[in-house]
């Protein structure tokens, strides 16, 4: 198993787990936050397989998790702690303090994954997603780096 940036051949893999996962992005978003130089994708790769990949984006000292997501076949397998374990050294060497991200309240799992990699409550955004037919509000959680 291998994490490393990702590369255009990539893009493909990355939009059918995320459609699959998350169903934000379509392949032109994903293309253009792929030539966006503020922006970055890492895959986790097994097998020639991209099984999960992560989004971050860093401006100043501030990053933001855009997105992770990992195979459904893949997780608890410690690819999303790898994945992000990968983007937080990343950020180290671009002089990132705080990393930033939104999770919907609904979103268990990404919050347990979260709240294990020392990521705390900021603040809510109310009513910020609209999720099976009404408004749910979006924790938005901070970590700082050491
Ligand atoms: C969130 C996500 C990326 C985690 O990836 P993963 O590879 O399955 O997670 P890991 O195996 O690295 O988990 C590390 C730790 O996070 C926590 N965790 C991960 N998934 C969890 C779950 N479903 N329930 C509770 N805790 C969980 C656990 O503490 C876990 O450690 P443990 O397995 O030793 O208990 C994955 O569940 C996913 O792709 N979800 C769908 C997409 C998504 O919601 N992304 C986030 C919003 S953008």
């Known amino acids: 198993m291998e994490i490393r940036k990702a590369k255009k051949t990539d893009l493909n893999d990355i939009y059918v787990i995320e459609h699959d996962s998350i169903g934000l992005e379509t392949k ?15 895959v986790c790769e097994d097998k020639k397989k991209i099984i999960g990949f992560i989004l971050v984006s860093f401006a100043s000292d501030e990053a933001e998790i855009i ?33 930033f991200l ?18 705390v409550k900021s603040y809510e955004r109310k009513n910020y997603y609209f999720e099976n037919g009404r408004g749910t509000n979006a924790l938005v959680l901070r970590k700082i780096l050491g």
């Open 102 to 119: 939104e999770v919907s309240e609904n979103n268990k799992s990404a919050i347990s994954f979260y709240l294990k990699n020392g990521f």
């Open 67 to 99: 997105s992770i997501a990992v195979d459904k076949d893949f997780r608890r397998n410690k690819i999303g702690q790898s994945l992000l374990d990968f983007a937080t050294k990343f950020l180290l060497t671009k002089k990132i303090r705080t990393i």
């Open 28 to 42: 032109n978003t994903i293309l253009s936050s792929y030539q966006n130089h503020n922006f970055c994708y890492f």
